[in-house]
């Protein structure tokens, strides 16, 4: 089945730190662009917090670029997305995307469930809190 399955969410207390996987199944992201996103409840929707290209260039919104870091283990066809000193307003849903052309992350007004992508994961649930 081709699909991307996000994982790594969790309960994390503020200042903590979560490392969210997504992997790619029935196909290879060698050719392919990630970005992450997240979706909170009642919040507006947000441009990518993170991505890298097909080529290993990486970037990360000015948001979160000081805390999270975008990284990917081709060996295991797997991107990750490093998450530090988290604070409450991180708690999200977060997505992975991916698609062939990096250029589609950068795009204004794009967010969670932009069908302009290629491939979604199914997201996964992060909360801080105490």
């Known amino acids: 089945q081709v699909q991307l399955v996000d994982s790594g969410g969790g309960l994390v207390q503020p200042g903590g730190s979560l490392r969210l996987s997504c992997t790619a199944s029935?196909?290879?992201?060698?050719?392919?662009?990630v970005g992450w996103f997240r979706q909170a409840p009642g919040k507006e929707r947000e441009g990518v917090l993170c991505?890298?290209?097909?080529?290993?260039?990486?970037y990360c919104g000015d948001s979160v670029k000081d805390r999270f870091t975008i990284s990917r283990d081709k060996s295991k066809n797997t991107e990750y997305l490093q998450m530090n000193s988290l604070l409450p307003e991180d708690t999200a849903v977060y997505y992975c995307a991916a698609d062939r052309n990096y250029l589609k992350f950068l795009r204004p007004n794009t967010g969670v469930g932009d069908t302009i992508y290629d491939f979604w994961g199914q997201g996964t649930q992060v909360t801080v809190s105490t």
């Open positions: 991505m890298e290209s097909d080529v290993g260039s990486t």
């Open positions: 029935g196909f290879s992201l060698d050719n392919y662009a």
